[in-house]
C-alpha cells in the first residue's frame, strides 16, 4: 500500500511543505482555501496507486509552509512562481512538463500557471472554477460589491484583520466547520455576529464524507498559522487584476477538463452555467476537452466524492 511522505521544499523565499506519494508521470495537486494538502488525502494514494507521482503542497501561507507577512505577497505571480519553483525542485530529470490538478482559488491560480507557463503543465484538470476571462473595465471587487453588497465573503475579506477578529469570535473549529459543510448554492455572505447564514452557536453536524479527525487536522494547522495568509490571496484580487492587464483577451491553451459539483456556489453564480455550457469557456480555452457537473455534489467535490473524483481525473490524465 502507498504511503504519503512529507518534505520541505524551499522554493522563490519560501518554505513549502509537500505531501507526496507514487512513481511515475508528475501531477501537481493545488488546494484552495480553506485548505491544505490535506485536502487530496484520497487523490494521494488514489493517483500512486494507478501509477502517477502525485505532490500536494501547501501553498505560502497555510500549513506548514511559510508565511509572508507582506499582505502584498500572495499575488497570482507570486504563487504561480512557487509552483514553477517546486516543479523545477521535485520534477524527473528531462520532465518538463507536469500534469495539474487544482480546486478553488487553487484552480483559479491553476489557470493563471497554465496562461503563463504553458510550457510547464501537460494538461489541467480544474475542480470548480472555471476559466475567468479579465474583464478590461471592472475591478474583480467592484463588480462582487455591485452584486452581492459589502456582506459578501470576499468583500469581507478586504479589512484587514477584520475578517480575523470575526473568525476568532467564531472560533477556528466553527469557520472550518461552516466553510467545508457549505451547501448553499447561492452567494456566501458573512453577515457580523453570524456564521454561514446562521447563528453561530448552531451545532454543526458533519457529513459522512468529513470525519471529526479531518476537522481537527484542519483546526490544529489553522490553529497554529491562522487564516491570515489563505484570506491574503483575496485581498489582492483588484491587484492580480491589475497585473493581468497585458494577457487581456488571451486564450487558455493547454489541454483542460473541468468538473464541478450541481450544487457548487461558484457553478451557481451569475452566468456561470451559460459561460461553461454555451460556447463562452471553450472559446477562450480552445483545447477545453470535457465539462463534467457531479450531481449532489457541492463545493468541496474531492473531498465529498473522492473516489469519483480521483477517477475522472485518471480517465482524463491516462489519454496523454
Not at 6 to 29: D, F, I, M, Q, Y
Not at 153 to 171: D, H, L, N, S
Amino acid at each position: 500500500m502507498e504511503t504519503i511522505k512529507h518534505r520541505t521544499v524551499k522554493v522563490n523565499g519560501v518554505n513549502l511543505h509537500v505531501a507526496e506519494s507514487g512513481e511515475g508521470p508528475l501531477v501537481l495537486l493545488i488546494h484552495g482555501f480553506p485548505e491544505l494538502w490535506y485536502t487530496w488525502r484520497h487523490q494521494i494514494l488514489g493517483l500512486a496507486a494507478l501509477g502517477f507521482r502525485a505532490v500536494a503542497p501547501d501553498l505560502r501561507g497555510y500549513g506548514d509552509s511559510d508565511a509572508p507577512a507582506a499582505a502584498d505577497a500572495y499575488t497570482f505571480l507570486h504563487v504561480v512562481g512557487d509552483l514553477v519553483g517546486l516543479l523545477d525542485a521535485v520534477a524527473a530529470e528531462g520532465e518538463e512538463k507536469a500534469f495539474v490538478v487544482a480546486h478553488d482559488v487553487g484552480a483559479q491560480i491553476a489557470w493563471y500557471l497554465c496562461l503563463l507557463r504553458p510550457d510547464r503543465v501537460k494538461a489541467l484538470v480544474s475542480l470548480s472554477l472555471p476559466w475567468v476571462p479579465r474583464n478590461p473595465g471592472m475591478k474583480p471587487l467592484d463588480g462582487y460589491r455591485a452584486a452581492y453588497g459589502d456582506d459578501y465573503y470576499m468583500c469581507r475579506f478586504q479589512e484587514p484583520g477584520e475578517i480575523e477578529a470575526q473568525f476568532a469570535e467564531m472560533g477556528t473549529r466553527r469557520v472550518l466547520e461552516g466553510v467545508l459543510t457549505y451547501r448553499i448554492p447561492g452567494p456566501l455572505f458573512l453577515v457580523k455576529g453570524k456564521g454561514f447564514g446562521h447563528p453561530v452557536d448552531d451545532p454543526v453536524v458533519l457529513p459522512s464524507w468529513l470525519t471529526q479527525k479531518d476537522v481537527d487536522y484542519y483546526v490544529d494547522k489553522f490553529e497554529k498559522k491562522g487564516f491570515t495568509g489563505g484570506i491574503n490571496y483575496y485581498r489582492n484580487m483588484n491587484r492580480n487584476w491589475e497585473l493581468m492587464a497585458p494577457w487581456d483577451g488571451a486564450q487558455v491553451k493547454v489541454p483542460v477538463k473541468f468538473i464541478v459539483g450541481e450544487l457548487d456556489l461558484v457553478y451557481h453564480m451569475p452566468g456561470v452555467k451559460d459561460f461553461i455550457h454555451k460556447g463562452g469557456f471553450k472559446k477562450m480555452v480552445p483545447l477545453l476537452e470535457e465539462v463534467v457537473v457531479m450531481e449532489g455534489v457541492a463545493h468541496f467535490l474531492n473531498q465529498e466524492r473522492p473516489q469519483d473524483t480521483t477517477q475522472h481525473i485518471y480517465d482524463f490524465l491516462s489519454k496523454f
